[in-house]
């Protein structure tokens, strides 16, 4: 039972940080911009979160930083993509090498330090539950919020006339445009979300997952978060099973090393990464599915005036 | 006492740098008139339009709105005012519903307006279900769609962009009703066309372009379809003589039991394909496009192979062709003429010459993997010349040149080979009335030579015009031929919704 619990009340706060980060990236990528600057948005995201910390001693002031900046660094992307009609590709990846050079100037003489870690949040009685309560209700604050952020991205995508202006836009720009429909702002908002996103995914990593801060800690997740849109073909539920399923593998990695099973550590750190996309690969086949959700204009430039 | 018009165009000038679109142009459009503007492509039809529509600013001339002037900067200020378009090429979301696409243009909650798109449908005669996808819409239902969003923007007037181009002959009918219509509810309708019967049976005047002018302003009812012509280019055109078969009338191409499924989950399926082409005949598909069309024409070409085992067979003279790529079928003697003309059937960037290079390669153009330029070139010469291609020589490149010369030419560099077997996508699609009449005259002098022809179209009066027999095409079916001389064109409109009895039928009872 203990292992159970350790591996869900572990998989929760493993997936925060993506489901953060891949809800923002949702957005962006239904409104038609591919981001793939997010590993850089969400390194710098961490370092200027785990610094705004440190000196700060607030969260708030962290996560607050962590997006702002995260923001602002996707907004470059917006720019260059809707303004000065850059390869959206091209320019993603500039940005997010940015990202990853910020980060490191950012984090430099804060290298290896550690701060205390975001406080469980009592939710009284509900925590006080046995094995349930320890299982869900013994987390920190952005946990919940990453929940909360689920839900709030699938309203307002299927359920608002925001939802619908989105994907009307992600689907054909030219046509929105004829429409009257702001394309260029619309767009720059999601960006900037996905921006936020990625920023406060970040910011988590470093400041309550693992709370300390060493180059290079994002690890790659900023592209589980691409993969996740894609594979999840951009339907909310999918994309957040596909982040708890990453966070169970690398659960399970640390438990199968808790077993002392030997298995070489190298092939369990691949894990998570080979089995969240094998699955998501398997259940993304449909094609007309896809076809239904995918933003058509996703990736391409920009041809209206 | 004179009524004000809706809308009046006054001395409307645009030029763009090679040429001058709208040209002095005056239009006046009254309260419930249904008023045509007829003209070839490339008249100034299309810019006159944006520019009541506000996405083209003129430079030069006024407009008058209800009696006061005003300056339309936008597609938006257009709308403010109570002018609303229906385009040609439509501008809806696939994967939106019905009630979604309109609520982006009209504000309300998808279930007032659902509300509302049902009583609006009923008024007008325009059936649609708010919450069915478009994208498994018939093009029918998509531009009722567009109608509706443009209605419930209670506009005044409204702009038609070719609206019939796209429509079954029965749905045409359904459409003129639907415009009459609103004409009685005092909407001013603005109708643009090419076709000139329709322009009779709709319309009140006419406004006639050639060349970024106005050369007329006529009564439509009272007008001949000789008269409109001479005005809208000029002279008089003739019908392409259209002879009894010649050749001996032996199977040329065999298809037999042709299946495919596209990669494209919401294309048709080609379901059990049967399809003769004899020798000095032209057959024509009719049908609405995208009813499987595409994935026929890619399979005889070669764009397609056929792998499985219900594939079925395409025989050449007795050949099997199995999975011989374009290339291998060209130098075979079958030749294609895809739908898009920049892009698959030429390459924009690339020289006339050089896309001659592309298809006629075989015929002596390579020696030891060298190209003799020379000979591409006087080739592609002779291609301008056969077929009266306007253009800056054979080094003009193939964006350069107009739809209708470019299709010229693409026709003519295939004719050059002298193909046993010639399959032609829409042919004149978008191509000006000379040039539409000059392709099939090359068309049916290729026929008399002996050759077996395949054209598709949606132009269902480019079928009976020049084809000896006709199959429909619908959700991946191909009807039984009839006879082109006996066939009705209602029945073909019949079978073009999907009745094929209807066409078989009355073909038996001819015999």
Redesign the interface.
Known sequence: MDVLVFIVSGTLAAATALIFAAMGELVAEKSGVLNLGIEGMMATGAAMGFVAVSLSGSYTVGFVAAAVLGCLLSLVHAVLTLVFRADQTASGLAIGILGLGLSSAIGKSYEGRTVAGLPELNLGPLSDIPVIGEMFFQQDIMVYLSIALIFATWYVLTRT?LG??I??IG??P???H????KVRLIRAGCVGFGGAMAGIGGAYMSTAYTPLWAEGMIAGRGWIVVALTVFGTWIVPRVAFGAYLFGSMSLLELSIQAFGWNIPSQAMSVLPYVVTIIMLAVISRN??FI???SP?SLGAVLKIS | MVETPLLRLRGVTKAYPAVLANDAVDLDVMPGEIHAVLGENGAGKSTLMKIIYGSVRPDAGTVEWRGEQVDIQSPLKARDLGIGMVFQHFSLFETLTAAENISLAVPGTIADLSTRIRAASAQFGLDVEPDSRVQAMTVGERQRIEILRCILQEPKLIIMDEPTSVLPPQGIAKLFETLRRLASEGIGIIFISHKLDEIKALCDTATVMRGGRVVGVVDAKVEDARSLTRLMIGREIAAPSHSAERGDGHAVLEVAGLNHTPLDPFAPALKDISLTLRSGQITGIAGVSGNGQDALTRALAGEIVQGSQDAGTIVLEGAELGADTPDQRRTKGLHFVPEERLGRGAVPIHTLSENTGLTTHHAGLVNWGMVKLGKRRALAQGTIEAMDVRCGGPDATAQSLSGGNLQKFIVGRELALRPKVLIASQPTWGVDVGAAAAIRQKLIDLRDEGAAILIVSEEIEEIFEICDTIQVMFRGQLSPPVQAQTASIDDVGLAMAGDFDALVLREAAHV
């Open positions: 006339k619908l202006v994907r009307a689907e054909s030219e046509n929105a004829a429409l009257g429909l094609l007309a076809r239904l959700n058509a």
